[in-house]
């Protein structure tokens, strides 16, 4: 493939690169680039997860990455997720394999685990080198990383760890890229800023957009307002029932005209469209029929012009999520035993 056709790949979707001309020069040169995706299992996937993020590690497979899904199961430990049960935590990592495969990442992935890094004392000799070339200042505001406020390290100060283990785990990977949703970045420019002083090479940044939750909380403070797992009601869960998809869509914040900050547009635009490379509108023959928008630029155009209902742009977004979740459907219902386990482990079963 072409460098900047491979270039155009691995940028398509983001939102931010660090550096455009380090990438470049990462595709020029011969041998396999290392990229990876750090992610906690610590509950039910959601969409922004497997289809924003299992598709740009889809994309850097398919660039020539050699690629790894990082399952930071020491890292949730610390982040108290699942209840800080190591066990539970890897039970959930293999129903995250599951989830990447069923939205058809490329079993050429790398599944690691934070357990396999942690038994080695040279892993936590880079973590202290890491803890002494940064100021306690500078970690704390890197606590965003984990969804933590600066002032929670006052009440547990194994907290100020785990900025210092992601440093440490991109150099452990020998990595040449590192993906991540943006709220992310501030482990990434941890590590871009440390890395000259232990003579370490430097790492290319990439980030993709966050999807806002449902509720429209993401208008505020999108980093805080995310689609996340820990408000089911305000995400769509990889493994929601079609009628769950539309209970959560209808009654998504979705103001009629407004084409920013709206939760139900954002899906569309980062997930359906880059998916799907379009949005089908079902509609009564009365009200004109179908309609098929191509880009969306079109769909938005139409939105704030009010050529469009919200009702109607909620009905796309639930048919087009339902037709994109059905393979996954069928995937774990041939491959159960995973998520039953992770059900059993949140109560849901």
Request: hydrophobic share 40%.
């Amino acid at each position: 493939m072409p460098g900047d056709e491979r270039a155009d790949r691995v940028l398509r979707g983001t939102e931010e690169v660090v550096t455009r001309d380090e990438l470049g020069a990462l595709l020029g040169r011969e041998g396999t680039p290392r990229a990876y995706v750090g992610l906690e299992p610590s509950g039910l996937l959601h969409i922004g997860t497997a289809l924003i993020i299992g598709s740009k590690v889809t994309d850097l497979v398919r660039s020539g990455f050699r690629t790894i899904v990082f399952l930071a199961d020491w890292h949730a430990y610390i982040n108290d997720k699942l209840g800080g049960n190591l066990e539970n935590l890897r039970v959930c990592g293999e129903y995250f394999k599951d989830g990447f495969r069923a939205v058809g990442v490329p079993d050429s992935v790398e599944y690691l685990y934070a357990n396999e890094f942690v038994r080695h004392p040279e892993y936590w000799q880079n973590v202290i080198r890491v803890s002494k070339s940064a100021t306690v200042a500078r970690i704390r505001r890197a606590l965003s990383i984990m969804g933590r406020k600066e002032e929670e390290a006052d009440l547990d100060a194994s907290k100020l760890i785990y900025p210092a283990m992601q440093v440490a785990d991109i150099h452990w990977m020998d990595l040449d890229l590192a993906l991540g949703g943006m709220d992310q970045r501030h482990a990434h420019m941890l590590y871009r800023d440390i890395a000259p002083k232990l003579g370490w090479k430097q790492v290319v940044a990439l980030h993709t957009p966050l999807l806002p939750a449902l509720d429209g909380s993401g208008r505020m403070d999108l980093i805080a307002g995310k689609m996340s797992k820990s408000k089911p009601d305000a995400s769509i869960l990889l493994n929601d029932s079609p009628e769950d998809v539309e209970r959560k869509i209808g009654k998504a914040f979705c103001p009629a005209k407004e084409t920013k900050e709206n939760p139900v547009l954002e899906t569309a635009r980062l997930v359906l469209f880059p998916r799907r490379g379009l949005l089908r509108i079902p509609r009564d023959p009365k009200f004109g029929g179908d309609v098929k928008y191509d880009s969306f630029d079109d769909l938005a155009r139409a939105y704030g012009d009010g050529e469009l209902h919200p009702k109607d742009l909620k009905a796309g977004v639930t048919a087009g999520l339902n037709e994109e979740l059905a393979p996954v459907r069928k995937y774990f219902e041939a491959h159960p035993e995973n998520l039953q386990a992770v059900q059993r482990i949140l109560g849901t079963r």
